[in-house]
């Protein structure tokens, strides 16, 4: 099973940028989706954007296309979420998964710990 590191939130203020990244320790990794998620106080935990094994293929949730974008390094086993044109409905804690197959639609159920991602307004 793949374990997962995710750093790189913090507090910013609205417009802003940050990177999240998300360290993964195991075998699979290479042949696994990576995906991030996030999950506001009060509220369920919601898809943000997923990337396919080989980074050939992204997919992204409405309210965060064309402001975030989502990559990955294989040589590094890391998956990256820059995060551009931040609005203060993005705070939450964002969290890392695994995918159990291979494309962006794949089911996620190996997750990370979470970083804090808090926008001022």
């Known amino acids: 099973q793949v374990q997962l590191v995710e750093s790189g939130g913090g507090l910013v203020q609205a417009g802003g940028s940050l990177r999240l990244s998300c360290a993964a320790s195991?075998?699979?990794?290479?042949?696994?989706?990576m995906g991030w998620f996030r999950q506001a106080p009060g509220k369920e935990r919601e898809f943000v954007a997923a990337?396919?094994?080989?980074?050939?293929?992204?997919r992204y949730a409405t309210s965060v296309k064309g402001r975030f974008t989502i990559s990955r390094d294989n040589a590094k086993n890391t998956v990256y979420l820059q995060m551009s044109n931040l609005e203060p409905e993005d705070t939450a804690v964002y969290y890392c998964?695994?995918?159990?197959?291979?494309?962006?639609?794949?089911?996620?159920?190996?997750w990370g710990q979470g970083t804090q991602v808090t926008v001022s307004s």
């Open positions: 998964a695994a995918g159990s197959g291979s494309y962006t639609y794949s089911p996620f159920n190996n």
């Open positions: 990337v396919s094994y080989n980074g050939g293929s992204t």
């Open positions: 195991g075998r699979t990794f290479s042949r696994n989706a």
